[in-house]
């Protein structure tokens, strides 16, 4: 096998793997499941979801609050589960 074919096949095996982890969901809650957010393989935020009891104006400090907890969560999720190398890229 000479240089190009390998560069060739590590090129393919680069595009599948990043296929792979943009179709990868992970899910992280916070406050006891009133803020729920699903992030994909590249820590896009693909939801948000808010439990409407937790929704009035006293609660907008907390409710960011929960959702970068969510979102941390999630990253920490991603990468027991997915591996740290390919979760941090």
Request: proline letters at 1%; hydrophobic letters at 35%; one cysteine or more.
């Amino acid at each position: 096998m000479n240089i190009q074919e390998m560069m060739k096949q590590a090129q393919q095996m680069q595009e599948r793997l990043q296929q792979q982890m943009a179709e990868l969901r992970v899910e992280g809650n916070a406050g006891g499941g009133m803020v729920t957010v699903i992030v994909n393989g590249a820590k896009q935020m693909q939801s948000l979801k808010i439990d409407p009891e937790v929704v009035s104006k006293d609660d907008v400090e907390m409710l960011a609050g929960s959702d970068r907890g969510c979102r941390q969560r999630c990253s920490a999720q991603g990468r027991r589960s997915h591996g740290r190398r390919r979760w941090a890229a």
